[in-house]
């Protein structure tokens, strides 16, 4: 398996796991934050590592802007092919503050998603903090990302999330497994977790 998102990027829309799980990650935000509700019409959202856009497309009818932002350009290429109304495609490291400065847009965002994001960065702790530091008052954060069976799996365990989304400074932190998908005969669980910035 290749380390680079780049290389994904081509096949990614027409892997059926990869629409389902953005089809339920999207199921259980909208059951929780009620996206599709009509009062999330004002609200702009930051979906981070947002691949080819998937949750992009299905939150964008709902917001009033989604900036959808990924470090890899071929997931982006992808994203802007589909010209999606709403949505403001970037290729840049958000978790890099030079680029954060520069780019001017990123900041007072009442929702962040990172759908399938967190558990593949180098320091998820770090990137936790400063993505709860690009919310309003009042802002949501959500993950979602595969269930590790112990802190050294590939995943994030239960605590791990719940410590992160805490330590960011987030309140009324909740993580629970929201669905499943199959892979080689097995149940793979699903973590959406989720915290809330204080209004100050
Ligand atoms: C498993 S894919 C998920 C893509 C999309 N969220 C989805 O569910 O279809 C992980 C994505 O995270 C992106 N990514 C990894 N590190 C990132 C970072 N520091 N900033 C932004 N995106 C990142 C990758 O380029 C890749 O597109």
New binding site residues.
């Given amino acids: 398996m290749s380390d680079d ?1 780049n290389d994904y990027a081509d096949g ?1 829309d027409g892997n059926s796991d ?1 629409r389902l ?2 089809d339920r ?1 999207f199921a259980a935000l909208d059951g929780s934050a009620g996206i599709t509700g009509g009062g999330w019409q004002d609200k702009r959202v930051l ?6 856009g ?2 992009s497309e299905k939150l964008a009818p709902h917001v009033r802007e989604v900036v959808a ?4 350009e071929r ?1 982006i290429a992808v994203l802007q092919e589909k010209a999606l109304p709403k949505v403001r495609a970037l290729c840049t ?3 890099d503050g030079g680029a954060r400065e520069a780019a001017g847009m990123l900041g007072g965002f009442d929702m962040i998603c ?4 967190c558990s ?2 180098p320091d998820y702790r770090g ?1 936790a903090e400063v993505l709860a530091g690009l919310l309003n008052n009042g802002g949501v954060f959500v993950q979602w990302d595969w269930l590790a069976a112990d802190a050294g799996g590939s995943g994030l365990t239960e605590p791990q999330v719940r410590e992160a989304l805490r330590a960011a400074g987030l309140e009324a932190v909740r993580v629970e497994r929201v669905f499943e998908m199959e892979s080689g005969g097995q149940a793979m669980p699903v973590l959406m977790g989720s915290g809330t910035r204080a209004a100050e």
């Fill in positions: 998102w990614w990869v799980y953005a990650a979906d981070f590592g947002c691949g080819t998937l949750l932002a990924d470090t890899s997931m490291d958000i978790l990172a759908s399938s994001v593949f960065l990137a």
